[in-house]
């Protein structure tokens, strides 16, 4: 059974720093492409990120490029979100996905929650 | 960037109705678009890809149309466990993006 679990979620200050990481079980994790996508609370969805199967291809919204940065570890089975310079309009659950055809998302963990508050 | 346009964004419906969802794509996208479904507190759940194609284990009263800049959800008899909000995605090119979705309630 396919699993992906989120954790690292919290209340952090506005200007601080987090890390997401998604424990992923249940597949040959190396050999899918894998994406965050974040929901701020009673809002739409919005795609964070996507890194491909051996990190080569990273991509990234204009709304957290330079200060997010996507990473996997084949050998754990995890994907992670290093978040920095964090803000207010961050504020969100955020999903890992995995990517099973072109950017289609066929499996989603439960979310973790960021809350960016002073 | 590629904008996604649902319409309605809010849709009262019975149970046994025919349901319509429309996505409008602010550029050609062929058929790289997908739908989900999200209940309150849940995880997306991807209900059809490549504008038409069912997921597996996803119930046949789901379909999928469309090409281009249009495509439609149609939910051909409305169960009590559809009620939920449904958004479309498009796979094109990056940044991917989704619809604002379209919340579906008991009428």
């Known amino acids: 059974e396919v699993q992906l679990v989120e954790s690292g979620g919290g209340l952090v200050k506005p200007g601080g720093s987090l890390r997401l990481s998604c424990a992923a079980s249940g597949f040959t994790f190396s050999s899918y492409s894998m994406n965050w996508v974040r929901q701020a609370p009673g809002k739409g969805l919005e795609w964070v990120s996507s890194?491909?199967?051996?990190?080569?291809?990273?991509y990234y919204a204009d709304s957290v490029k330079g200060r997010f940065t996507i990473s996997r570890d084949n050998a754990k089975n995890s994907l992670y979100l290093q978040m920095n310079s964090l803000r207010a309009e961050d504020t969100a659950v955020y999903y890992c996905a995995r990517d099973f055809d072109m950017a289609t998302f066929d499996y989603w963990g439960q979310g973790t929650l960021v809350t960016v508050s002073s | 960037d590629i904008q996604l346009t649902q319409s309605p964004s809010f849709l009262s419906a019975s149970v046994g109705d025919r349901v319509t969802i429309t996505c409008r794509a602010s550029?050609?996208?062929?058929?790289?678009l997908a739908w989900y479904q999200q209940k309150p507190g849940k995880a997306p759940k991807l209900l059809i890809y490549a504008a038409s194609t069912l997921q597996s284990g996803v119930p046949s009263r789901f379909s999928g149309s469309g090409s281009g800049t249009e495509f439609t959800l149609t939910i051909s008899s409305l169960q009590p466990e559809d009620f939920a909000t449904y958004y479309c995605q498009q796979l094109n090119s990056y940044p991917l993006t989704f619809g604002q979705g379209t919340k579906v309630e008991i009428k």
């Open positions: 890194i491909s199967s051996s990190s080569s291809y990273i």
């Open positions: 550029q050609g996208i062929s058929s790289y």
